[in-house]
């Protein structure tokens, strides 16, 4: 069977795409704040930031790294802070001086940051205040030189970014004491830029752009290569999708993940930037009361998230009594949305939830449903423009359309490989050129494709395969539910049996109800042997359900 090609389903959608746009994100960010200096670029805590003043502001930084410190080009720069006003300057600031961008998770620990820094070759951070703790454990084995700390309260102005500072560091106590000779404040390294020239730098598409970090949860850490035309082919690709249901109208987008994960990075940050969008940046979206009373504020016409926060706030009165007649477009990924949450969701918006699929090697667009979908399909949608998808069984062939597999993945947005990692490059990569994504799927007759799980989280039974989705799918619809995670768990008869945690929504909610429900939707092997409630479910920090850290705590026997 010949690799499977498919054209965009989406209506005006082209097949192709135009990669010869830009010639760099560089160019991008300066065509876009050309031509919409006077709109507003980001919104944080209640200060805009227009796309001029982000041109100066982003140029002082850039001067400052380029013309103060004297990087060569290519040198890395990581940066760790979560959705603040500081970090779209940086990030533009150092694509414009032709510099690598290392996004560093600001929750990490002293072990994960020394590794990324070690691994990246970095040196140099900007990172908040309230992490330096962290970094200052680790500084003397990794090769940073250069530290710059930014604050909380920088870019809020006076009063209010004084206040800000003052309640944070010492009525809140949310920044620990700590001690980096070297560091610079990120308002000094404005300044300094601002009188330091800032060369022009000549990058091309083939060119890295960003180590953005993934495996974590399933390995060693390792920096997926992303280079300029990666990026700019999938943001391109996302826009073709987007296009024909927004318009040329001035759009609001909710900015509730992080922009240091790539979902956010590509889908809020660059993807909007391109269409003079502005970024509603929530720098703690798990402060629901105040994640609601920002998007009170400001309506928007766009909100991107994932299934954890949708379901959180679908579970918040005050959001529910909100109005969302201003809002065009909701998009998930990151993990499967639920049935349940997608249609409560469109219940309370009167719009569709959107699932789309993609991952970090693939930065990350692959797959997304038509905008126009009535209700819940279940599936991650049908290839983007310029990507072809094929369903492939462990020989590395394609399977007849129905048939499970594993997704692989060819495009112009398929990294360029692992940072210093050959070995674990080939492992993902195939002769002919596809990325092996590791997630199993069918695709049917139309090209739609539904993902059935990943390869590690498969659980067997009895010869059995059970895929967990399917598992929490239908825990998730129970009234009683507020999250929910299946795992596979040793059984003296049947080898493995299925168990699953599950935090409460209703506190009367019991084990021999939960099953009871499963086994009207089930099939014998597949009902959970064993129910766990819990306060709450460990995440990424982007609100994935990390399964494999409820696996491998000490199971017991069901």
Not at 209 to 225: D, E, H, I, N
Not at 285 to 295: G, H, M, T
Request: glycine fraction near 8%; charge should be neutral.
């Amino acid at each position: 069977m010949e690799k499977i090609w498919l054209q965009s389903y989406q209506k005006g959608v082209p097949a192709e795409v135009d990669l010869t746009e830009f010639q760099s994100l560089g160019e991008l960010f300066e065509r876009s704040v050309a031509k919409y200096r006077d709109r507003v670029a980001y919104i944080n805590m209640g200060v805009e930031v227009t796309y001029g003043e982000l041109d100066k502001l982003s140029r002082d930084f850039a001067a400052y790294l380029q013309g103060v410190l004297k990087l060569p080009a290519g040198s890395r720069v990581a940066v760790m802070m979560p959705n603040l006003l500081q970090y779209p300057i940086c990030i533009f600031a150092i694509l414009r001086a032709g510099y690598v961008v290392v996004n560093v998770n600001p929750l990490y620990t002293p072990r994960e940051l020394e590794h990324q820094l070690k691994d990246s070759g970095a040196e140099v951070i900007v990172i908040l205040e309230n992490f330096a703790v962290t970094l200052e454990q680790v500084l003397t084995r990794t090769p940073v030189k250069h530290i710059v700390v930014a604050r909380l309260g920088d870019m809020l102005g006076f009063p209010k970014g004084a206040v800000v500072n003052f309640v944070v560091k010492y009525v809140k106590k949310m920044v620990p004491a700590w001690s980096l000779a070297r560091a610079v404040n990120f308002r000094t390294a404005l300044g300094r830029g601002a009188s330091a020239e800032l060369k022009a730098v000549g990058v091309n598409q083939e060119d890295l752009a960003f180590l953005q970090y993934t495996g974590g949860t399933t390995g060693v850490s390792k920096g997926a290569m992303l280079t300029h035309r990666n990026l700019l082919a999938n943001l391109a690709q996302a826009h073709a999708w987007i296009q024909p249901e927004l318009g040329s109208e001035q759009h609001m987008v909710v900015t509730a993940l992080p922009l240091y994960h790539i979902f956010a990075l590509t889908a809020n940050c660059f993807t909007f930037f391109k269409i003079g969008a502005s970024n509603l940046l929530i720098t703690n979206p798990r402060d629901l009361p105040a994640l609601v009373a920002e998007l009170g504020r400001y309506p928007n016409t766009v909100f991107i998230g994932v299934n954890t926060l949708f379901n959180g706030l679908l579970n918040n009165d005050a959001f529910c009594g909100l109005d969302f007649s201003k809002l065009k477009v909701t998009l998930g990924g990151g993990a499967a949305v639920q049935k349940a949450v997608a249609e409560k969701w469109r219940q309370v918006t009167g719009k569709p939830l959107i699932e789309a699929y993609g991952l970090t090697e693939t930065s990350p667009a692959v797959t997304i449903n038509p905008l126009d979908v009535a209700s819940y399909t279940g599936a991650i949608g049908v290839p983007i423009s310029s990507t072809e998808v094929a369903i492939r069984n462990d020989a590395g062939q394609d399977v007849p359309l129905g048939e499970r597999g594993e997704i692989c993945v060819r495009g112009p947005q398929v990294m360029k490989g692992y940072y210093n990692r050959p070995e674990e490059t080939a492992k993902v990569m195939t002769p002919d050129g596809f990325l092996m994504t590791g997630d199993i799927a069918v695709m049917d007759d139309k090209g739609f494709v539904r993902i059935v799980d990943r390869k590690k989280d498969m659980i067997l039974v009895s010869g059995f395969n059970v895929y967990p989705n399917e598992i929490e799918d239908v825990v998730a619809q129970h009234a009683g539910v507020l999250e929910v995670a299946a795992v596979g768990v040793p059984h003296a008869k049947t080898g493995e049996a299925v168990k699953i945690f599950v935090v409460k929504k209703d506190p009367a909610l019991t084990a021999e109800a939960l099953i009871a429900h499963c086994r009207e939707h089930l099939t014998a092997y597949k009902v959970p042997g064993q129910v766990e409630f819990r306060s709450e479910l460990p995440k990424s920090n982007v609100g994935k359900i990390l399964r494999r850290e409820l696996r491998d705590e000490a199971p017991r026997p069901a």
